[in-house]
């Protein structure tokens, strides 16, 4: 007897349900088997001390530690000699003003400026955290070497971590947001870079992070203890390192307040349109796949060598 067209039908669904849990259960094991250990808080000898002024070495400090200064400002750098000096002259202009930096390090003191020189590339990611491991502030402020976002708008942030309070267990943090400016910014891309860009904030949305609309904006703002214990926990270390370090956050309860601020798109970013967003939703998947197997573990909180 011939199967009826209503039955061929659902033979087919559940047979593509079957394909989909298949499928989902093997990207999960590949997950789980490839999943690396967590980068180790580890600094190499050369990446204990810094260059004073004077070109001497002095050794740097550790999060762990009391803070000594009221803000620190970790700037991840790499081949970035065209677009840092801009950032650099308004980050420190605005800064002095403030009476908390005032001048590049060679000119000034290495108590306003230090330069970390890491042994080998370690990402974006992996740079801020070496940065953040080596704060002396009581909050510490994440900002691009680009510029794109006009340093006065740390007030901005400020005012939105101020508003969190109380904060559990000390922890709080400021997200700078674009999400503002995506009417904007869609008028001035192309229809392919659109598509990638709803791609990426629907799998952010549907894997790792709710409620904060823009998570890849490099003007963050977090509490001392905030940054100590998300990096802490922090495996990526490429571009999607921001994902992570919110899911870290939303999943201790760290209150995050998402903030907008001013932003112009700089030329000579680093990121390649296509490979650089297949990358990152491999990354997202990832994150979300490999805690939810137990490969990779929150709130594992240690000692920064």
Sequence with gaps: MALLPLQLAALGAVLGVALAIAALILVSLVAFITATEMPPLHRHEAERFFLNSGGQREALPSIAAAPTKQLSVVVPS???EKRLPVMMDEALGYLEERQVAFKYCQK??????RVITLVKNRGKGGAVKMGVFSSRGKKILMADADGATKFP???KLEKGLD???PWPDQMAIACGSRAHLQKESIAQRSYFRTLLMYGFHGLVWVLCVRGIRDTQCGFKLLTREAARR???SLHVERWAFDVELLYIARSLRVPVAEIAV?????EG???????SWLQMGRDLLFIRLRYMTGAWKLGQTRKFD
């Design 78 to 80: 790499y081949n970035e």
């Design 262 to 266: 001013n932003w112009t798109e700089i």
């Design 163 to 165: 508003e969190l309070q």
């Design 269 to 275: 970013s680093k990121l390649v349109p296509f490979w």
């Design 230 to 232: 998300t990096f802490s």
């Design 108 to 113: 000034y003191g290495s108590d306003k400026i």
């Design 153 to 155: 708008d740390v007030e």
